[in-house]
């Protein structure tokens, strides 16, 4: 095939063309690089299989190529980027992916949102099933990102309704791995930051909001499997595995060896954030056949040494 990913040059965006590009695949990456980096796709440059285009989705898509699988995964995606960029990020998710639909409607292609756990909101159901409509503050300041989700699936199920197009969401819960940014604001890059600099762990609220945190390359394995099935509907992709803030901030520190222990903030918990994050797997399990590979004791490892290369690299 030939595939479109859109946030070609993010975290994920970029492992996922790892993914194409391994399984023989050729790939188009668009991306405006406001929170992506090229330095993710330094190793494809020059490959015959890939060309990488910098330029806002929310512009007009032409493409001089036919395409066969449009993947959009352009936007901001942690609290501080969507709160930094509050109209892209409404942007992305309203004339980005207007504009990632026509294209694969114009090439008869396959289309795959990459939706969120975040629009379910601050959860009053446990763990989160697909049929679960959510709990989401419009107004409040993470609604920016919520809301254009909701809105970007409310969009694509409209074009596989009325124009008949094939299209795939996956909805993606907590992610980590190597190519996030230490700045990004999320707890993994957040944790290990602080962690490899000897700092305390600083931990929001009472530290016993829960969190399932799944590595990159399951995560990978999750999309690949869904754009290939048959199914229209939303699938949850994450990992079972749920556990507290605090627990997560004690592990982190007991494997970097970081001294510095915890602080905890607890007027300063960011609104909106929820309480509990743990999908409902069934529908991942049984129709892909899919399940996580990857223990957090396997993959924090491998991401806390990228970590410490980028911290090193910046030091130099």
Known sequence: MRVLITGGAGFLGSHLTDR??????????????????????????????????????THHLYIDKSVDAVLHFASPASPVDY???????????????????GLAKANNALFLLASTSEIYGDPLQHPQREDYAGNVDPIGPRGV?????????????????????????VRIFNTYGPRMRLDDGRVVPNFVGQALRGEALTVYGDGLQTRSFQYVSDLVEG??????????????????DEMTILEFAERVN??????????????????????????DTTRANSLLDWTPQISLDAGLPQTIAYFRSVLWAAEA
């Open 254 to 279: 007991r494997i970097t060896g970081n001294t510095g222990g915890i602080v905890f903030k607890h007027a300063d918990r960011v609104q909106g954030d929820p309480q509990n994050r743990r999908p």
């Open 20 to 57: 194409f590009i391994q399984e023989g695949h050729t790939v188009i990456g668009i991306d405006n690089l406001i929170t992506g980096n090229v330095r993710n796709i330094a190793h494809l440059a020059g490959h015959e299989r890939y060309t990488f285009i910098k330029q806002d989705v």
């Open 83 to 101: 709160l930094k960029y509050p109209i892209q990020t409404l942007k992305v998710g309203a004339l980005g992916t207007h504009n990632a639909l």
């Open 145 to 169: 990102y919520d809301e254009a989700k909701r809105y970007a699936e409310a969009l694509t199920m409209a074009y596989h309704r009325h124009h008949g197009l094939d299209t795939r969401i």
């Open 223 to 240: 999309v690949y499997r869904l754009l290939l099935s048959e199914y229209n509907d939303p699938v949850n992709i994450g990992t079972t």
